[in-house]
């Protein structure tokens, strides 16, 4: 009878022990989800915070630079071609520093460049007949973290937005 007493509770025993193990198994499975989520939500904070750190930086040089925003423009030009009908979209403080010189050099027959107040401080679209191309700090910057995070970068969304301007044309 003591015998059997002791096969009951060494099964008993053996039973917790297991239900005991397979708690201990699901808690470390678990853990080790939460740790990967963190790791991927901290990736995602440290992206936008580089994104962020790079849209200051980006702007600074846009207000030292005023032909930065032109140079993007003319890439998107470039690869239009030259028979495109075409409308560049500043921001008026960026329109302004661009200078009305450099303006006029960069503008043809087909292209229009306008201040738009709507568009945000380092903005640049560039619209045609072939849709809009935004080349602007933002637009950049929400490739880049569509590259790295594969989404947008939320902080900054892209300004879409169409306005009467002041234009300036040759």
Do not use: W, Y
């Not at 440290?46 to 030292?64: F, G, P």
């Not at 495109?84 to 460049?113: C, K, M, Q, W, Y």
């Amino acid at each position: 009878r003591v015998a059997l007493i002791l096969d009951v509770d060494m099964l008993t025993a053996s039973q917790r022990g297991e239900a005991m193990l397979h708690r201990l198994t699901e808690t470390l499975n678990e853990l080790t989800h939460v740790r990967a989520d963190m790791i991927r939500q901290k990736e995602k904070q440290m992206v936008h915070l580089a994104l962020a750190i790079a849209r200051r930086i980006l702007q600074r040089e846009v207000s030292l630079d005023p032909d930065l925003l032109l140079a993007m423009a003319r890439v998107a030009l470039e690869r239009l071609g030259e028979s495109a009908r075409v409308t560049v979209r500043l921001h008026p403080e960026d329109f302004a520093a661009a200078g009305a010189a450099r303006v006029t050099d960069f503008t043809s027959s087909n292209v229009t460049i306008v201040s738009d107040p709507r568009m945000s401080r380092g903005a640049c679209r560039v619209e045609s007949d072939m849709g809009l191309h935004d080349v602007g700090i933002d637009a950049q910057l929400q490739e880049v973290g569509r590259a790295l995070i594969g989404t947008d970068d939320p902080a900054q969304p892209v300004t879409t937005v169409r306005s009467t301007e002041r234009a300036v044309h040759v």
